[in-house]
């Protein structure tokens, strides 16, 4: 093989030509020169082709990481608010428990008003049982000094009377009154009409006598007045 072939060939496999392209190019009288030069500018050509692909592909590598960086923190927002949407166990059972608490408070409240308010009246009972039952003795008294006219001037009678003022006055200071009666309307709830009789001096449903006494503990009705009734 000539000298001159040989350079054919080595230019043919550099610029990517066939061995019959450069022997027809060597052939139709074509200086090897040029044919090296414009091997060397095919050569650069594809090179410079090659190297803008390649760096378009870097730059399409390098803008897609930003844009999936960018819908990334998206994701994750998303997800987070989804997270905060939905109620923590924790915080359920937090509720549950205070919900519970609150309502056991309550009802020991009104466990506590109910309690107090059965301890008064029971203690209320008690105290109407024992006034009831010393309302006689009472009565006994007030019998026994109205025989007597002047008891001031009886010792004894005296006496009587200053027991009967001491017990009065303590059943006072319990809390125990004296139902009034005479001149009042009738009222059911405080007394208990024994006799009706037509009275024109008297109003309508008006109280004109009493036969006994009637007594209240604080607003309970011990004992209701017996009394005569008007018209």
């Not at 009288?29 to 050569?43: C, Q, R, S, V």
């Not at 923190?73 to 915080?91: I, S």
């Not at 519970?100 to 029971?122: G, I, V």
């Amino acid at each position: 093989m000539t000298e001159e072939n040989k350079t054919l060939n080595e230019t043919a496999e550099t610029s990517g030509r066939t061995a019959n392209e450069a022997a027809q190019d060597a052939e139709s009288g074509i200086p090897a020169e040029e044919i090296l030069k414009e091997a060397d500018e095919a050569e650069a050509e594809a090179a410079a082709e090659k190297n803008a692909a390649n760096q378009q592909s870097a730059g399409e590598s390098q803008e897609n990481p930003s844009a999936q960086e960018e819908k990334e923190p998206q994701a994750k927002e998303k997800r987070f608010f989804k997270k905060k949407e939905k109620k923590d166990k924790k915080d359920e059972k937090i509720e549950e428990l205070t919900d519970r608490l609150t309502r056991q408070l309550a009802e020991f409240d009104n466990y506590r008003k109910r309690t107090e308010k059965e301890k008064a009246s029971m203690y209320i009972i008690g105290a109407k049982d024992i006034v009831e039952k010393i309302l006689p003795v009472v009565d006994n008294f007030e019998r026994g000094l109205a025989t007597v006219e002047h008891p001031e001037e009886d010792p004894f009678a005296d006496g009587m009377n200053k027991i009967y003022k001491q017990l009065t006055k303590t059943l006072e200071d319990m809390g125990v009154t004296v139902i009034e009666a005479v001149g009042k309307e009738f009222d059911p709830n405080l007394h208990n009409a024994v006799m009706h009789v037509e009275d024109e001096n008297a109003g309508e449903n008006i109280v004109v006598e009493e036969f006994q006494k009637g007594y209240k503990y604080k607003d309970v009705v011990v004992r209701h007045s017996m009394v005569k009734v008007a018209n």
